[in-house]
C-alpha cells in the first residue's frame, strides 16, 4: 500500500515530480497545492510573448490541472498554504472561495520557487511600475502596450530578464534604457570580454544602456515619470524591474536548515533537515560540480531535475544528483551567447589560481561561401590542477550544443590538456579541421 505525498507548488519542479510519482509509482496518493490559477508556466518564453516573437501563450504552458487529475492526483489551485506541522505532519491552508484544507501526509515536498526582489525605493507604488515572473504578469505588460502614450521603458536590472525584455519592449517600437549597478550586462553570467560583445549588439538595435549606476528613486504623479540614480534622470513611462529572485522559503518557519541565501539546504536526495520532507526547484540549493561546494543556481533544467529525483526518493527509491553547472544561454537579435561552470572573474574573487584561454575564428571552413560565422570561446580553468571551471561561447551561429561538452567535462573535472587532442569530426558543411574547441585548448598555458 502506498503513501500520501503531498506536493506544494505546481510548476517546473513540482510538476515534474507530480508526473514522475504519477507515472512511476501510481501506487501512491499525491496531492498537490499550488497558489496560482495555471500550471507549468514556461517564464522563459514570456519575453518571447511580448515581444511578439510567438503567436500567443498557448505554447508555454505543458501540463494542466486536468492533466493531473486524469493521472490520480488530486489538486487544489488558488490555495495559500498558511503553515506547516512537521511534527504532525499536517499542512493548513485556505482556497480562494474560503475553503480550508487540513492535510496530513507521509512524505512532503516544498516546489513553492522563487519570488522577485522587489527593492525599498520611494515610488514602487506608483503606476506601470511592474515586475515579471508570472503569466498574469506577462499578460499585464502586453495590456499595457497597448497604451500609446507609454513611449519609453525603462527597465531595471541587465542579467537575462533584462535583456531579454528590452528586445521584447524595442520589438514593440518602444525607446528602452537597460539600467543595472554592473558595469556591464549579464555580468553574473559572463566575463567583461563577453558581455561587452552583447552590449554593443543592443546599443546597435536602439537600447540606452546606464550601466554602472543604482536606482535611488522613482517619481512620477499617479503615474511613473522618472527614473533616477546615483547618476542620472532617465524618462520613463513604465519601469520593469528584473533585479533577480530570491528563494520563497516562509513555510521553513525556523524548522528546515536554510543556505545562507536563504534557500533549503538539501542534500544529493533533494531531502531538507527533517527527514522525509524534501524540497526543490528555486527553493532548494543545488550541488555545484564548477566549485565542488553547495550553491544556489534558479533554472528551470535544475528544477525539473530536482523534482524527478525527490519523487524517487520519498516513493523510496534512491536517486541521487550528480551535481549541476548552470549551463545556461541567451538569444537577443540573432546573437547566441552561451556559458556553464564559472566565470574567470568568479574563480578569481573565491580563490582559484584560476586563468582562461580564447580563441576566436570562423565556425566553417573558410571557403565556405555562404552562412559562416565568427565564434568566440573562453575556456576557464585552474592553473594548478589544470581542472575545466567554465566556458563561454558567443556567435551568430547556433553554437549551444557546444556548451554541453563543457557541462560534462566540468562535472567529470576534465583537465583542460584533456580537450588538446579531443577527437572531433570535420565536414566543411558543420566545422573546422582545427576545431576552435581544441584550439582554444592547446593555447592554454
Known sequence: MGETIVVIGANHAGTAAINTILDQFPENRVI???????????????????????????????????????????????????????????????????????????????????????????????ENVQFVKLYQNARDVIQKLKDPSIRRIAVVGAGYIGVELAEAFVRNGREVVLIDCADTCLAGYYDSEFSYIMGKNLESHGVELALGETVVKLEGRKRVQTVVTDQARYQADMVVFGIGFKPNTGLGQG???????????????????????????????????AIQATDYIALATNAVRSGIIAAHNAC?????????????GISIWGLHMLCTGISLKRAQKMGYAAASSDYEDWQKAEFMENGNNKVKIRIVYDKETRIILGAQMCSDYDISMGIHLFSMAIEEQVTIDKLKLFDLFFLPHFNKPYNYITMAALAAR
Open 316 to 328: 523510496g527509491r534512491t536517486l541521487e544528483s550528480v551535481g549541476v553547472q548552470g549551463s545556461n
Open 32 to 126: 498537490a497545492f499550488d497558489g496560482n490559477s495555471n500550471i507549468s508556466f514556461l517564464g522563459c518564453g514570456m519575453a518571447l510573448w511580448i515581444g511578439k516573437q510567438i503567436s500567443g501563450p498557448e505554447g508555454l504552458f505543458y501540463s494542466s490541472r486536468e492533466a493531473f487529475e486524469e493521472k490520480g492526483a488530486v489538486v487544489h489551485m488558488e490555495t495559500e498554504i498558511s503553515r506547516i506541522d512537521y511534527d504532525k505532519k499536517m499542512v493548513y491552508g485556505r482556497e480562494k472561495d474560503g475553503t480550508i484544507h487540513e492535510q496530513p501526509y507521509d512524505k512532503l515536498i516544498l516546489a513553492t520557487g522563487s519570488l522577485p526582489i522587489r527593492p525599498e525605493l520611494q515610488g514602487m507604488d506608483l
Open 255 to 289: 524548522r528546515l536548515k536554510l543556505f545562507k541565501n536563504g534557500a533549503y539546504l538539501v542534500d544529493r536526495r533533494q531531502e531538507t533537515s527533517i527527514a522525509g520532507v524534501y524540497a526543490i526547484g528555486d527553493c532548494a540549493t543545488v550541488y555545484n560540480n
